[in-house]
């Protein structure tokens, strides 16, 4: 059984950073799509960024200029920084992993996720 765990997180002044981690057990087999979602209270989840194993990354309007991915393909670990935080930032961010390669015009869709963190919130406060 294919297992996400993120870590990081937490509560966070608006402007500073934050980093997230994306670790992954269960199985052998390397994912070759990861991405990070975040869902805001009363909101729908919505993209964040994503990465492939030979490729990437691919960021969200929101936070283009502000983010940046690291992926550890040995570990299929996935590390997401976020700098000059706002408010609005504030949500559960959530890790996904599918094991084939998925075109980018389709990895801001949450349905073509198969595998599922259980998040970590993030709160940013003025």
């Known amino acids: 059984q294919a297992q996400l765990v993120e870590s990081g997180g937490g509560l966070v002044q608006a402007g500073g950073s934050l980093w997230l981690s994306c670790s992954t057990s269960?199985?052998?087999?390397?994912?070759?799509?990861m991405a990070w979602f975040r869902q805001a209270p009363g909101k729908e989840r919505e993209f964040v960024a994503a990465?492939?194993?030979?490729?990437?990354?691919l960021y969200a309007e929101s936070v283009q200029g502000r983010i940046s991915l690291n992926r550890d393909s040995a570990r299929n670990a996935l590390a997401l920084t976020m700098h000059s935080l706002k408010p609005e930032d504030t949500a559960r961010y959530f890790c996904?992993?599918?094991?084939?390669?998925?075109?980018?015009?389709?990895?801001?869709?949450?349905?073509?996720?198969?595998?599922w963190g259980q998040g970590t919130q993030v709160t940013v406060y003025s």
């Open positions: 996904a992993a599918a094991l084939s390669r998925l075109d980018s015009t389709s990895v801001g869709d949450q349905r073509v996720f198969p595998y």
């Open positions: 990465h492939w194993r030979n490729g990437g990354p």
């Open positions: 269960g199985r052998t087999s390397m994912y070759n799509t």
